[in-house]
């Protein structure tokens, strides 16, 4: 069965710019979930999406912004891009929402977003 | 909220020795634990889960965790340190009211030398 795919792997924006990410989750898992990490903050939750709908959302600005599609596959939008947007963000797929004890997240390998 | 706290940015074993990662988290009820490694230019993979069924948690390559609800860790540990456990690991915390969401910890670079 193949992973969580997340395209594209790298990306270099410059200030100012959006970009749209895209991860497609392990065939028949219905959850997404989102984190950024960098060096500083570390791994941070951003939001996840179950039926097309957000359910949980992290601590971050309006400018990060997601959707979920039909078949499960979702994206992620971020406007307006700062210097502090560079980071590697994660797309975690799990068979369904609710509690991570009972949903085992796999992550996928990540976009690599730089922004200049 | 919850949080946690990984004890040590970077450890540093030789080849056969045992490895001690720590992990201490803060939650004012039983939270579910987990052990993530990232290995370069990959995702994160789970080691293993503590969700209250046995305080000692068996994972994949030979680790495993005890949860001390005393000292409020779990920290991860292996007898044996093998030169392909090299990798970053996360410990994480989801409490019972944020769905999946995870709290990470900030990370421990294991490295392990011949």
């Known amino acids: 069965k193949a992973g969580v795919t997340q395209t594209p792997r790298y990306l270099i924006k410059t200030r100012g710019q959006q970009v749209t990410l895209s991860c497609s989750p392990i065939?028949?898992?219905?959850?997404v979930s989102w984190y950024q990490q960098t060096p500083g903050q570390g791994l941070q939750f951003l939001f996840e999406y179950f039926s097309e709908t957000q359910r949980n959302k992290g601590n971050f600005p309006g400018r990060f912004s997601g959707r979920q599609f039909s078949n499960s596959r979702s994206e992620m939008n971020v406007s307006t891009l700062e210097l502090g947007d560079s980071a590697l963000y994660l797309c975690a797929s799990s068979l369904a929402e609710g509690l991570a004890g009972r949903n085992e997240q796999f992550f996928g390998p990540g976009t690599r977003l730089t922004v200049l | 909220a919850q949080s946690v706290t990984q004890l040590g940015s970077h450890v540093s074993v030789s080849e056969g020795a045992l490895v001690l990662l720590r992990c201490n988290y803060s939650?004012?009820?039983?939270?579910?634990l987990f052990w993530y490694v990232q290995y370069p230019n990959q995702g994160l993979q789970l080691l293993l889960k503590y969700t209250s069924a046995a305080t000692l948690v068996k994972g994949i390559n030979g680790f495993e965790a005890e949860f001390k609800k005393s000292e409020t860790s779990f920290h991860l540990t292996k007898p044996s340190a093998h030169m392909s456990d090299a990798a970053e690991y996360f410990c994480a915390v989801s409490d019972h009211q944020a769905g999946t969401a995870l709290i990470f910890g900030k990370g421990t670079t294991l490295s392990v030398s011949s």
């Open positions: 939650s004012s009820v039983p939270p579910y």
């Open positions: 065939s028949g898992h219905r959850s």
